[in-house]
């Protein structure tokens, strides 16, 4: 005699429920990966540092919060002519694009939590640099000098080229007030880095070029110098 059809029919339902259990488990992991990733985006901040003996500045990090605020801070010479050190702070906001490229580089780079550093002692040492990311909750912290993941690259090349227009203001503040002659080789090099790309948010550094600019006791040249600066600054590339 055959066999009742509910037995016959069973190993299937549990077969086809099995699936349909495993494709939500699936499903499942996969909406809660895509969470993580938003959450981390929308709550975590990223911050590098690097520290460089013998170097001007010898310090700085910046840190870029969910928003895009960042908060800039260094260790470094007061002047060219001077060994005196003095610690500098400065907050701006970044532009959109800049920010959400950070924060993807920093969700493909795993937010730092695994190994960062190449391990190749060969290497030149340029300078002991340090990712950081931290939510509130979390926190993953990576070491390096040089990183083979592009991933690394891309954002220490992005954070070294935000950190060196942070330094031509804070350089730009200085001689504006006590060196007025100073300023136009600082702003000749300056042009120069940010027509080949070079430097990145060059907006941030705007208001003391727009100062220099005004300044009547500025030379004419020096002053159409900041000028030129700040139109860079309005092209696709200036801002980013």
Do not use: W
Not at 140 to 167: D, K, R, V
Not at 192 to 207: F, I, N, T
């Amino acid at each position: 005699m055959s066999a009742p059809l509910h037995k016959i029919l069973a190993p299937s339902r549990r077969t086809a429920v099995s699936g349909v259990s495993a494709a939500l488990t699936i499903a499942s992991l996969i909406l809660v990966g895509s969470f993580s990733v938003v959450h981390a985006a929308a709550n975590g901040t990223v911050t590098f540092s690097l520290d460089f003996p013998n170097s001007d500045p010898e310090h700085y990090s910046i840190s870029v919060g969910p928003d895009g605020h960042v908060k800039y801070e260094c260790s470094a010479r007061i002047s060219a002519e001077s060994e005196d050190r003095d610690v500098y702070a400065f907050e701006f906001n970044l532009t959109e694009p800049t920010r959400a490229l950070i924060f993807q580089l920093a969700a493909e780079a795993k937010y730092f939590s695994g190994k960062v550093d190449s391990g190749n002692r060969k290497l030149a040492f340029t300078g002991a640099k340090k990712l950081v990311y931290s939510d509130g909750e979390h926190q993953n912290a990576a070491q390096y000098n040089y990183s083979a993941q592009p991933a690394i690259q891309q954002l220490t090349t992005l954070f070294q080229s935000l950190a060196s227009t942070l330094e031509y203001g804070r350089r730009l503040s200085h001689e504006h007030r006590y060196q007025k002659l100073a300023l136009d080789d600082e702003l000749k090099s300056m042009e120069d880095q940010a027509r080949r790309g070079e430097l990145s948010e060059l907006d941030a550094v705007k208001p003391i070029l727009q100062k220099i600019y005004d300044d009547p006791a500025v030379m004419n040249v020096i002053r159409a110098r900041a000028l030129r600066i700040m139109d860079i600054s309005k092209s696709p590339t200036g801002s980013q």
